[in-house]
């Protein structure tokens, strides 16, 4: 898996927008980008992921720079619940019980 | 997504004795899981690939006697901490892959393991 790197914490209002970056500068090509995300005490939850195109879903949107060097999780309308250690993880999409879990960043959402 | 679950969520147990944790697929067939550690304010670490009927693949430095695995079924895998110690208190997680493309990973819901 390419290594990447995260800021360790954030904080964000309640209501706005959490933008959390990652830096993947060493991707390969077949690499996807990953993100999952852990609420204290509980197991890792599958957030979102992409190649090399935008993705958007019910929780989230990827944005991936053309050079996929980088990309940042955004939550559009953070809450409280969103309180979080938020890994961003790079490997190809096969084998994908093997992901390496770097420091992640701590997101605080605050009222 | 998928579901999968663990049991217990949390056990204390003596120093000495031996504790199970199961891990299972609920709503798919797993022919591949995996088990994690997570120690306080740290990551996850991958200690083991667990592989329904055959032995289970650990990762450097994770000891195979002390933690035993068993895939017996598609549904269920076991980790057993056997001979516990203090130091073997931690986060275990579990994940599981299904069986048609292992593209996406599903993880249970952690089970905290304290040793007095």
């Known amino acids: 898996d390419a290594k990447t790197t995260q800021p360790p914490s954030m904080d964000c209002a309640e209501g706005r927008a959490a933008n959390l970056p990652c830096n993947h500068s060493?991707?390969?090509?077949?690499?996807?980008v990953y993100w999952y995300r852990q609420i204290h005490s509980q197991g890792p939850q599958y957030i979102i992921h992409?190649?090399?195109n935008n993705e958007t879903n019910e929780m989230a949107s990827l944005i991936i720079t053309e050079d996929r060097k980088s990309s940042t999780l955004i939550l559009p309308h953070a809450t409280l619940r969103d309180t979080a250690v938020y890994y961003c993880?790079?490997?190809?999409?096969?084998?994908?019980?093997?992901?390496?879990f770097g420091d992640g960043t701590t997101l605080t959402v605050k009222p | 997504g998928a579901v999968v679950s663990q049991h217990p969520s949390w056990v204390i147990c003596k120093s000495g004795t031996s504790v199970k944790i199961e891990c299972r697929s609920l709503?798919?067939?797993?022919?591949?899981m995996f088990w994690y550690r997570q120690f306080p304010k740290q990551s996850l670490m991958l200690m083991a690939t667990?592989?329904?009927?055959?032995?289970?693949?650990?990762e450097q430095g994770v000891e195979k006697d002390k933690f035993l695995i068993n895939h017996a079924s598609l549904t269920l895998s076991t980790l057993t901490v056997t001979s516990a110690h203090p130091e073997d208190s931690s986060f275990y997680i579990c994940?599981?892959?299904?069986?048609?493309?292992?593209?996406?990973?599903?993880f249970g819901q952690g089970t905290r393991l304290t040793v007095v």
């Open positions: 992409g190649l090399k």
């Open positions: 994940s599981a892959v299904s069986g048609t493309g292992d593209t996406e990973a599903f």
């Open positions: 667990s592989n329904e009927g055959s032995k289970a693949t650990y």
């Open positions: 993880i790079v490997r190809v999409n096969t084998n994908a019980g093997k992901s390496t």
């Open positions: 060493t991707i390969s090509g077949n690499e996807y």
């Open positions: 709503d798919f067939q797993a022919t591949t």
